[in-house]
């Protein structure tokens, strides 16, 4: 597209390209919509298949009415690929969502993650990238109504920060995450548009963009690797339901509909209803790392020495393979540490061969059919019965957790007696549909099972608030990206789980990705430097060592810390304060300790304000939303009404994850937060 002179009134100019830009995506639609396949398809499955491509496509077209369609513009000083000569002309591209291109074919709007586009994230003034001009848009209500120049080449023009950059930032959220594709920063960009062949770990504290860094690395992955990742598939794994359904119109708005979305829950859910819930100590336990080597060692324990020859009987002739030269077979597997499906599949080959060998050693001719009828033969089929059982990873784990004795065999020297005892089920099960299953059993026949078969791998994997997995659960979703990549999002800081990880070197460890590439995110964009600052004085006591966001915001007012006379006057104090925060635009987040969410619901209900439960959609006439704190995790309101944070603190096993689950209290508000409070603040926040 060339680059050519503005008019008069370059906001007439640019209104009249988005007309035409929108005119044109619907044309794209309606294009898809018209293909006829009833003659292009051999069968109903092949047009069932087409028929869900297409549909596909349609809803990747969709002109979303409040979403730009471009939010940015680069004039380039030469041809892009070309020589740079003298007098060449420039071109023009204008920055989107998605690509739309005219009838003709030429573009119209370049999608975000082409590399033509990349300029317009990583080009400055000491590096222009042959970009004389970016160019930024404003929108109100899906209307452009602004835009901004910076003139990278004019040694003239001073450098200063974009407005419209900054009041995208701060726009208040009503509703679901927003994508983040017109503000990506230098350092997000390279991390989004890293190689799908290497894993990245991304350490972020509150507000520095790693959620929606995570989530455009998989749209731009999918858009640079898209027929791989058709094949192999992508997941995106969070920490509750909530989060996911604040999350989960992210990529749909980048016109990516293909990624599963999942808790490590739904992960390993498939075997067991969980119903139970361990102790603390018994979940940590069941978590460690360690219980995998106790899980190998009970599966293999189902390998025995076989006592008897196999006497293979076919026609008038009989072959027998002696006892020895079958448990060499059942010692060489073993040594090859397969799968146990894959060598109890593999036994039975072995000892057919063997049997083909003979025959063959007898003048007989045996071909492959013979060797598979053998492989079938009742004896051999007895011999693998008793030499290489079939093992149910259910009822194994079923009775690694019942069976005092048979845990105790296979946690010699892994686990001590009182760890043992911790995670024996304290009225053992009859059966694996009456066991009280909980989240941390799931994960140990998840493991169990991959002992067993191999746990099919995808192309990529995102795996948000990581800290908090356990040693288990990491290897669990390791196992769905063994030959793929991931992303690794999290926050040391905000570890609030027993087992949460200490380090990303262990938690890559686990996840089988040692590596991976650890980037940090300290450029806070969204938390207001006077509440992040606050915040941070927790890191000393939470996470030591670990880099303080530097917010880019300074909103002097953004923070109030108030003390209430008596616990009896507090909810009083809490529903005033949400009416505060209600008479500002935008999201209001009412964060409490669990203990507390029905005194408060019970308070807002008398109060005649309704309220909405994390997952709720907030919209313009239902904007509060009651937090318990152990979900606020990965959420963001515009202003957050924080309630007593000793009681946050208190809900929690130990001081330490206390005081991790109020740093993440402190840190949901995106413009402005009240702290109220009638018990003694924690010491490090009086």
């Known amino acids: 597209m060339p680059a050519h002179e503005e008019s008069s009134n370059p906001l007439v100019r640019e209104r009249e390209h988005l007309a035409a830009s929108r005119a044109a995506l619907r044309a794209m639609r309606e294009d898809v919509q018209a293909l006829d396949i009833r003659d292009v398809t051999a069968n109903w499955v092949n047009a069932a298949v087409l028929q869900a491509q297409m549909d596909d496509r349609i809803k990747a077209l969709a002109d979303l009415a409040h979403t730009p369609l471009f939010f940015g513009r680069l004039d380039y000083l030469h041809e892009v690929g070309a020589e740079k000569a003298e007098g060449s002309e420039g071109e023009q591209f204008y920055i989107g969502r998605r690509h739309v291109h005219d009838a003709h074919g030429d573009p119209m709007v370049i999608d975000w993650r082409a590399p033509v586009s990349q300029p317009f994230y990583q080009a400055s003034r000491n590096n222009p990238l042959d970009v004389d001009r970016r160019r930024r848009f404003g929108y109100t209500g899906g209307e452009l109504t602004a835009y901004e120049d910076e003139h990278l080449t004019d040694p003239a023009e001073t450098e200063q920060t974009s407005n419209l950059l900054q009041t995208e930032i701060e726009r208040p959220r009503v509703g679901p995450m927003r994508d983040i594709v017109a503000t990506i920063q230098p350092e997000q960009d390279e991390i989004v548009r890293s190689d799908l062949g290497g894993t990245v770990c991304v350490q972020g504290g509150p507000g520095t963009g790693k959620t929606a860094v995570g989530l455009h690395r998989v749209a731009y992955l999918l858009y640079a690797h898209r027929e791989r990742l058709a094949r192999t598939g992508t997941l995106v794994v969070g920490p509750n339901r909530s989060f996911l359904h604040y999350i989960e119109q992210v990529l749909p708005a980048l016109g990516e509909l293909d990624v599963r979305q999942a808790t490590v829950e739904d992960l390993v859910a498939a075997r067991v209803d969980v119903r139970g819930q361990d102790e603390s100590g018994a979940a940590v336990i069941k978590g460690d790392a360690r219980m995998a080597e106790v899980l190998r060692r009970a599966i293999r324990s189902h390998?025995?020495?076989?006592?008897?020859?196999?006497?293979?009987?076919?026609?008038?002739?009989?072959?027998?393979?002696?006892?020895?030269?079958?448990?060499?077979?059942?010692?060489?597997?073993?040594?090859?540490?397969?799968?146990?499906?894959?060598?109890?599949?593999?036994?039975?080959?072995?000892?057919?061969?063997?049997?083909?060998?003979?025959?063959?050693?007898?003048?007989?001719?045996?071909?492959?059919?013979?060797?598979?009828?053998?492989?079938?033969?009742?004896?051999?089929?007895?011999?693998?019965?008793?030499?290489?059982?079939?093992?149910?990873?259910?009822?194994?784990?079923?009775?690694?957790?019942?069976?005092?004795?048979?845990?105790?065999?296979?946690?010699?020297?892994?686990?001590?007696?009182?760890?043992?005892?911790?995670?024996?089920?304290?009225?053992?099960?009859?059966?694996?549909?009456?066991?009280?299953?909980?989240?941390?059993?799931?994960?140990?026949?998840?493991?169990?099972?991959?002992?067993?078969?191999?746990?099919?791998?995808?192309?990529?994997?995102?795996?948000?608030?990581?800290?908090?997995?356990?040693?288990?659960?990491?290897?669990?979703?390791?196992?769905?990206?063994?030959?793929?990549?991931?992303?690794?999002?999290?926050?040391?800081?905000?570890?609030?789980?027993?087992?949460?990880?200490?380090?990303?070197?262990?938690?890559?460890?686990?996840?089988?990705?040692?590596?991976?590439?650890?980037?940090?995110?300290?450029?806070?964009?969204?938390?207001?430097?006077?509440?992040?600052?606050?915040?941070?004085?927790?890191?000393?006591?939470?996470?030591?060592?670990?880099?303080?966001?530097?917010?880019?915001?300074?909103?002097?007012?953004?923070?109030?810390?108030?003390?209430?006379?008596?616990?009896?006057?507090?909810?009083?104090?809490?529903?005033?304060?949400?009416?505060?925060?209600?008479?500002?635009?935008?999201?209001?987040?009412?964060?409490?300790?669990?203990?507390?969410?029905?005194?408060?619901?019970?308070?807002?209900?008398?109060?005649?304000?309704?309220?909405?439960?994390?997952?709720?959609?907030?919209?313009?006439?239902?904007?509060?939303?009651?937090?318990?704190?152990?979900?606020?995790?990965?959420?963001?309101?515009?202003?957050?009404?924080?309630?007593?944070?000793?009681?946050?603190?208190?809900?929690?096993?130990?001081?330490?994850?206390?005081?991790?689950?109020?740093?993440?209290?402190?840190?949901?508000?995106?413009?402005?937060?009240?702290?109220?409070?009638?018990?003694?603040?924690?010491?490090?926040?009086?």
């Open 303 to 686: 390998v025995t020495p076989p006592v008897e020859p196999v006497v293979v009987v076919r026609g008038s002739r009989r072959w027998r393979i002696p006892a020895y030269e079958v448990e060499e077979m059942t010692t060489e597997l073993l040594a090859r540490d397969m799968r146990y499906g894959a060598a109890h599949e593999a036994l039975p080959q072995r000892i057919a061969h063997a049997v083909l060998v003979r025959m063959e050693e007898a003048g007989e001719a045996p071909d492959d059919r013979v060797q598979s009828a053998v492989a079938r033969n009742p004896a051999v089929k007895a011999a693998v019965k008793a030499v290489w059982p079939a093992v149910d990873p259910t009822k194994l784990v079923l009775r690694l957790l019942t069976d005092a004795e048979f845990l105790a065999t296979h946690a010699e020297g892994i686990l001590t007696g009182d760890e043992q005892k911790q995670i024996l089920m304290a009225r053992p099960a009859r059966s694996v549909k009456s066991a009280k299953w909980t989240a941390a059993d799931a994960v140990l026949i998840d493991e169990a099972a991959d002992l067993v078969a191999r746990t099919h791998s995808l192309g990529h994997v995102v795996i948000d608030e990581a800290q908090d997995l356990s040693p288990m659960q990491y290897r669990a979703v390791g196992r769905r990206c063994s030959t793929g990549s991931a992303t690794v999002l999290g926050d040391l800081a905000q570890g609030t789980t027993p087992w949460s990880t200490e380090s990303w070197e262990q938690a890559l460890f686990h996840l089988g990705k040692t590596d991976a590439l650890v980037e940090e995110l300290t450029a806070g964009f969204r938390v207001p430097r006077e509440v992040i600052a606050y915040a941070s004085r927790l890191l000393p006591a939470i996470s030591p060592g670990l880099a303080p966001v530097e917010s880019v915001r300074e909103t002097p007012g953004s923070l109030a810390v108030r003390e209430v006379a008596t616990a009896g006057e507090l909810d009083a104090a809490v529903v005033a304060a949400c009416e505060e925060s209600l008479r500002h635009e935008g999201s209001i987040g009412l964060i409490t300790a669990d203990a507390r969410v029905p005194a408060l619901a019970a308070a807002l209900d008398a109060a005649g304000h309704g309220h909405l439960s994390p997952g709720e959609e907030t919209t313009a006439a239902s904007r509060l939303t009651l937090v318990p704190a152990s979900l606020a995790k990965g959420l963001e309101y515009d202003y957050v009404v924080l309630d007593e944070p000793a009681a946050v603190v208190d809900g929690e096993p130990d001081e330490r994850t206390g005081l991790r689950r109020l740093y993440v209290a402190l840190t949901r508000a995106v413009s402005g937060l009240i702290v109220l409070h009638a018990a003694p603040l924690p010491e490090r926040l009086a």
